[in-house]
């Protein structure tokens, strides 16, 4: 499929301009919101069924083994089309794939509202998962290419959103509690519908249409490919809760994904319109960012499941409360990513990515302290806050580094990338340390005995933790190594 991208007319109309003939689009900042109301409503989809699950799997019947499913869906359509998505909206026009996406998101929401069993469910999650997947990369491409000629405006625009991309899931988390017990779990769902409506009339107002110049050929090998081995890669996580690590099953749907997206690199390498071109990831601050923000959001999106079930299973919290009780969190990284938008210019990327990861690995680390009789002001309510103060500091210096350099042709990719690091790692980490906590729990109830299962459940959620802390620190590690210690220069050319 070919797309020619023609003249478009346009407030940020893309067109060769100097430095001196540059005017700021006046429209930027009513971009800006645009862009951050449309981001935090994808951003927490991922987590705003979390504490609404065991009420929609009381609903519909959904067993345990499935009910998984109401976030992978959601999160593995959205991290496997994420990079076809970003190259339609290079090519296809970035305010016209954004509308698209924002609709579509909101029939999938009222679909997914209005379901009468799990498959109808699990299947308008995958939908809102897809229109997301055109929707996240040009929201982030259009603040890309606003907000590309003055550093200090550009350090604001990702201050705001890396505390979206940062804090969006602990928002989930606080809403669908509070929908969950005052209206229905339903409503999580069904709040997108207006939200979504009014983003794209405010899109159709105040966005001007841009594209890439020239044509291309739409990669669907490749989004087959990379889909296709994401699902096989988590379906396997899955299968090792009930078979173990060892089971035939496991070990082949591992397999498969892993070889699967190893087709996928090659055939990037080797076609002539990669839906991934490697010069993206390759480009050392780039891929470094990639990689530091895959780990972080490997290691910390679990938590939110198993401390959402600690509050309501261990500390008999309500869902409302147990929302509630986030609600710090997200507070956190808002105050930290307004800190990280000044300290970013002065301090340079590394600094400020790798102590935000360091921070987020040792909020983690303290919470495997929880136990069955433990206060959440002591042993968790410290812990969301420096965990939330490093993401804030993190997000903000992982989103503007990651799309450094990017040439206009790439941004809405580049965009992509970044956007699949986050949904690609929240599938990765809830399969897989879902499964680590479950093994662990049911080790502990071998060796225990059936009566001590609060034990064993929170032996299991601190295990699983533990892991988590370990794959954050990972992360410091490759921002410390890879990124560059300076500023880096947000109009540059492309690496």
């Not at 669908?176 to 983003?199: D, E, H, K």
């Not at 690590?245 to 591992?254: D, F, P, S, Y």
């Amino acid at each position: 499929m070919d797309v020619e991208a023609g003249p478009v007319r346009g407030i940020n109309q893309t067109m060769p301009v100097t430095e001196a003939e540059f005017v700021p689009d006046p429209k930027r900042w009513l971009i800006l919101g645009v862009v951050v109301v449309a981001t935090l409503m994808v951003v927490l989809d991922a987590s705003i069924v979390t504490i609404a699950l065991p009420s929609a799997q009381r609903s519909l019947h959904i067993s345990v083994a499935n009910r998984q499913w109401v976030i992978t869906a959601y999160t593995l359509a959205f991290g496997g089309l994420l990079l076809l998505g970003g190259r339609i909206a290079d090519f296809g026009g970035r305010r016209r794939v954004f509308i698209v996406g924002l609709v579509g998101f909101a029939a999938a929401s009222a679909l997914g509202g209005s379901a009468v069993n799990q498959w109808m469910l699990f299947g308008s999650r995958a939908v809102q998962g897809a229109f997301a997947a055109l929707m996240a990369p040009a929201a982030l491409s259009i603040l890309t290419t606003t907000f590309s000629h003055d550093a200090g405006e550009r350090a604001k625009a990702f201050g705001a959103y890396g505390a979206v991309s940062g804090g969006g899931a602990a928002v989930g988390v606080l809403l669908g509690g509070l929908l969950t017990q005052y209206a229905s779990w339903r409503w999580c769902l069904f709040i997108n519908v207006p939200i979504a409506l009014l983003a794209a009339v405010a899109a159709v107002r105040v966005i001007g249409e841009s594209r890439a110049a020239g044509t291309t050929r739409y990669d669907i090998p490749g989004a087959l490919l990379s889909t296709a081995g994401l699902v096989s890669l988590v379906y396997g996580f899955t299968k090792a809760v009930t078979e173990g690590w060892t089971a035939t099953t496991t070990l082949t749907l591992i397999s498969v994904g892993v070889v699967l997206l190893a087709a996928f690199v090659v055939v990037e390498v080797r076609s002539a319109n990669p839906l991934l071109p490697m010069r993206i990831v390759l480009e050392r601050n780039r891929g470094g960012s990639y990689l530091a923000a895959t780990l972080l959001v490997v290691g910390i999106f679990a938590m939110f499941i198993f401390i959402s079930y600690y509050f309501q299973t261990i500390l008999g919290y309500s869902a409302a409360k147990a929302g509630v009780a986030f609600l710090p969190f997200a507070l956190g990284i808002v105050v930290a990513a307004g800190a990280a938008t000044n300290l970013l210019p002065k301090l340079g990327p590394r600094i400020s990515m790798t102590s935000g990861l360091v921070l987020a690995a040792l909020g983690l680390l303290g919470l495997t302290k929880i136990g069955v009789h433990t206060s959440y002001w002591t042993h968790v309510f410290p812990q969301l806050i420096v965990m939330s103060l490093g993401m804030g500091l993190a997000f903000t210096a992982l989103s503007s580094t990651s799309l450094t350099n990017v040439g206009e042709r790439d941004s809405g990719v580049a965009s992509a990338v970044l956007n699949a690091t986050q949904q690609v790692g929240a599938s990765l980490g809830a399969a897989l340390l879902n499964t680590i906590a479950a093994t662990a729990t049911a080790t502990y109830l071998a060796s225990h005995g059936p009566r001590l299962k609060e034990q064993a459940l929170v032996h299991g959620f601190t295990r699983a933790l533990l892991v988590g802390a370990i794959i954050v620190t990972a992360g410091a590690l490759v921002s410390a190594a890879l990124v560059s210690a300076k500023a880096s220069n947000p109009t540059g050319p492309v690496a």
